[in-house]
């Protein structure tokens, strides 16, 4: 064999010797030990983080699969009430410049998303954005939507025609949670991308 050289790995030893075979990376018996407990230690930590990491997974898997069977016993109302709150974001976000509807106020304070026909007389309507404008509170919830002046007001802005579509008969969907869910989603979605074109304008 080529004699060739080779630096102990012990860190605090570091000497030039030659090997007499090919794994050895130690210059005496006693470096060969501490490089032995050095790599045994390594190990150890090693298998000891893997552990941890183990059980962080673990545990994350199950409060994932907590909250996929709490959302499971969760009643569908509870999946329209998301879906519904996204969606009237939406609306309060696309009408931002937009006065009340109805009253044609631009006030301080609070506005909601009106439903021109009301959810519990209309449930199909209930996510239609010809059906939805930014209301004020006062037209809203003390006027139950001060529909005379919410009528002629709507017509002038989605047209007539939207506004027949809007009271003509629909067929009321069956919704499911995961189509309530999706729902949800895409009006986050939606909300998010009207805002970000609105900064970057
Ligand atoms: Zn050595
Ligand atoms: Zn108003």
């Keep these: 064999m080529r004699k060739v050289r080779r630096r102990c790995k012990n860190p605090d030893c570091r000497e030039w010797f030659h090997p007499a075979f090919q794994n ?35 545990a994350q898997q ?24 996204a969606f009237n974001e939406y609306i309060r976000t696309r009408d931002a410049e937009a006065p009340c509807i109805s009253c044609g106020r631009f006030h301080e304070g609070k506005y909601d998303a ?19 404008h930014k209301q004020c509170v006062p037209c809203n ?9 919410y009528t002629p007001n709507l017509i002038k802005k989605i047209g007539q025609a939207a506004f ?15 189509e309530l ?6 009006y986050r979605q939606k909300t998010k991308e009207l805002n970000k074109r609105r900064e970057a304008a």
């Design 141 to 149: 919830q003390h006027l139950s939507g001060n529909i005379e002046n």
């Design 181 to 186: 869910q999706e729902l949800a989603a895409h």
């Design 164 to 178: 027949d579509r809007l009271m003509g008969p629909h067929e009321l969907k069956k919704w499911t949670r995961e």
């Design 114 to 132: 009106g439903h021109y026909r009301t959810r519990g007389a209309s449930p199909a309507t209930r996510y239609d954005e010809t059906n939805c």
């Design 24 to 58: 050895q990376t130690w210059c005496s018996p006693e470096c060969g030990t501490v490089i032995a407990l050095t790599k045994r230690e390594k190990d150890r930590q090693k298998s000891i983080q893997e552990a941890e990491r183990r059980r962080k997974d673990e």
């Design 62 to 85: 199950e409060r994932r699969s907590i909250k996929v069977r709490k959302l499971a016993l969760q009643p569908l109302s509870h999946f329209h009430k998301q879906a519904q709150a």
